[in-house]
């Protein structure tokens, strides 16, 4: 993995690992060394990109990307793009093997960007920066209600009804539509499709979080 040239405050050029760095953070929550150094190096190579090969992956870490990939599946860092119905995370069908490719969420791009310059996993500073990319005007809020969303949720999973609760309670206004199509959108969150039973009980959608910003 080639090292990047930054400028320190005193102009001297230094050198940061993105692997290195990233893998850092990543190990904030995540235990298994090894593991964690390979999905490092693919998430190094594939935010840039926005997705990877199986093979692009395979060349990357030397070995098997079956566990990097199951791994980064779970964590929603990586994601198939083949489906089975809908572009629902839980429709992905993860098949790791040649000629597969798998796409990082949005979300997961400016998590990965940041903690490869700092080595830390910074959700919040993530979450405001892709949604004053994406042009939301309380953008700076944002990393607030996804902090609501998460005490709101059970088991990972939220309601459209819940969303518009906390978007109530920090008199954000009432563009629930547009809120749950950008958070869709970022990567913060995905339709839980198969849940129709409970989410017609609930008298509303349900939605799963991405638990990498948790």
């Not at 994601?79 to 490719?101: C, F, H, I, Q």
């Amino acid at each position: 993995m080639s090292r990047s040239e930054v400028e320190t405050g005193s102009g001297e050029a230094s050198y940061y690992d993105p692997a290195s760095n990233l893998g850092r953070a990543l190990s904030s929550f995540l235990r298994d060394s090894e593991l964690v150094g390979h999905l490092a190096q693919a998430l190094a190579y594939a935010s840039k990109r926005g997705r990877v090969s199986y093979d692009e992956i395979e060349g990357i870490i030397r070995s098997n990307p079956e566990d990097v990939l199951l791994l980064g599946n779970e964590w929603r860092l990586l994601l198939p793009m083949k489906t089975v119905k809908s572009a629902a995370w839980e429709d992905r069908l993860l098949l790791p093997r040649p000629g597969e490719v798998y796409e990082v969420p949005n979300i997961v791009r400016y998590l990965v960007e940041n903690a490869s310059r700092t080595g830390l996993w910074n959700p919040r500073h993530a979450i405001a920066s892709l949604f004053r990319e994406m042009g939301e005007p309380d953008w700076q809020r944002m990393p607030e209600l996804v902090k609501g969303l998460e005490r709101q949720a059970k088991d990972g999973r939220i309601t459209a009804t819940q969303i518009k609760k906390v978007r109530g309670e920090l008199g954000l206004g009432d563009r629930v539509n547009t809120l749950i199509a950008e958070l869709k959108g970022s990567g913060v969150m995905s339709p839980k499709l198969g849940l129709l039973t409970e989410a017609s009980r609930a008298w509303s959608p349900i939605y799963e979080l991405n638990p990498s910003l948790f």
